[in-house]
Structure formats: structure tokens, C-alpha cells
């Protein structure tokens, strides 16, 4: 933006009135690489609410509703034993983000992150899988429980030999 365009912007500005407070959008054709720039510029006016440049990285997490999970009855010490988790993402955007257990003696929770990547997404309730690898480490019953985003847990209990 040359100091001719910024002129015109601040005339606008006035013409306007828009620091009464007046609802309406305000679309900017800025050079790449001054987002940074326009946005501390922009910040300065009063009535400036929201700020959005397309350079914006659009990810976010979340803990997704868990669906299912396919848990065996049985396994042996030792071995892998794959545990295929289903799960809800809320848009087109949503897909796997993040694994994350907790032990505490035979029981392991397992928390699941769905990771949001885009700005704009297709509004369309997905069910994603992933698998996770339990390798137990002792013989016994073991308990396998996946976290809700409510607090609750699905839970599992697998007999290993």
C-alpha cells in the first residue's frame, strides 16, 4: 500500500464515520509479507473488531467424541495387539491429530486429540479410525479406557496371558 492508498484509506475512514461504531466489513488489498504491519496498523482504530489475513494458519485441537473401539478379549505378553479407535470430527477439515496414555497398573487411559486444519471447512460429520498399539508388559486383566470430551470414559477390559 503506497502513501496515496493509505490517504485514501484514512479519508474513507472519515467519510464513513466508522468510529460511530457502524456494523460492516472492510476488505484491504495488502502487499505480501505486511500482514503483520496492517494488522497493528488496524488495531489502533476504535472500531475495528476483527482482524483476518489469509496468511493465518487455521489449526486447532480437540478432543473428539470416541465412537468405538475394537478391543480384543484376549492377548499374549509381549505382543502387539492393535486397537482400532473410532472417532467424530465435526468438520470437513477434522482428521487425526494426536495420541496421548496415561498408566496407572493395569489400567491405561488414552486420550485422542482430532487436529482441525483449514479456515474453511465443509460442514460434514466424519468418523475417522486410527489404530493404537497396546503392548502389554504382565499377565492379567487390563483395563483400556478412552476418554470423552464429557469426562466419561469408554471402557475396555482385555485378558493377557
Same mark, same amino acid.
Given at each position: 500500500?503506497?502513501? &496515496?492508498?493509505? $490517504?485514501?484509506?484514512?479519508?474513507?475512514?472519515? &467519510?464513513?464515520?466508522?468510529? +460511530?461504531?457502524?456494523?460492516?466489513?472492510?476488505?484491504?488489498?495488502?502487499?505480501? @509479507?505486511? +500482514?503483520? %504491519?496492517? $494488522?497493528?496498523?488496524?488495531?489502533? %482504530?476504535?472500531?475495528?473488531?476483527?482482524?483476518?489475513?489469509?496468511?493465518?494458519?487455521? /489449526?486447532?485441537?480437540?478432543? #473428539?467424541?470416541? /465412537? &468405538?473401539?475394537?478391543? #480384543?478379549?484376549?492377548?499374549?505378553?509381549? +505382543?502387539?495387539i492393535p486397537i482400532k /479407535?473410532?472417532?467424530?470430527?465435526?468438520?470437513?477439515? @477434522?482428521?487425526?491429530?494426536?495420541?496421548?496414555?496415561?498408566? &496407572?497398573?493395569?489400567?491405561?487411559?488414552?486420550?485422542?486429540?482430532?487436529? %482441525?486444519? @483449514?479456515? %474453511?471447512?465443509?460442514?460434514?460429520?466424519?468418523? /475417522?479410525?486410527?489404530?493404537?498399539?497396546?503392548? #502389554?508388559?504382565?499377565?492379567?486383566?487390563?483395563?483400556? $479406557?478412552?476418554? +470423552? #470430551?464429557?469426562?466419561?470414559?469408554?471402557?475396555?477390559?482385555?485378558?493377557?496371558?
Amino acid at each position: 500500500m503506497n502513501e &496515496s492508498n493509505q $490517504k485514501d484509506l484514512l479519508d474513507l475512514i472519515s &467519510s464513513l464515520k466508522l468510529n +460511530q461504531k457502524k456494523k460492516g466489513n472492510l476488505v484491504l488489498s495488502i502487499p505480501e @509479507g505486511t +500482514q503483520t %504491519y496492517w $494488522k497493528t496498523e488496524m488495531k489502533k %482504530y476504535s472500531f475495528v473488531e476483527w482482524i483476518e489475513t489469509f496468511d493465518q494458519v487455521c /489449526i486447532r485441537y480437540e478432543q #473428539p467424541r470416541i /465412537i &468405538s473401539a475394537n478391543v #480384543p478379549d484376549k492377548g499374549n505378553i509381549n +505382543q502387539s495387539i492393535p486397537i482400532k /479407535i473410532k472417532f467424530e470430527v465435526l468438520n470437513g477439515c @477434522g482428521g487425526f491429530g494426536t495420541l496421548s496414555e496415561v498408566n &496407572s497398573g493395569n489400567t491405561k487411559t488414552i486420550e485422542i486429540k482430532a487436529k %482441525y486444519e @483449514g479456515c %474453511y471447512c465443509n460442514q460434514s460429520i466424519e468418523n /475417522i479410525e486410527t489404530t493404537y498399539n497396546f503392548i #502389554p508388559s504382565k499377565a492379567g486383566t487390563h483395563i483400556i $479406557k478412552l476418554l +470423552q #470430551p464429557t469426562g466419561d470414559f469408554l471402557t475396555y477390559s482385555i485378558n493377557i496371558q
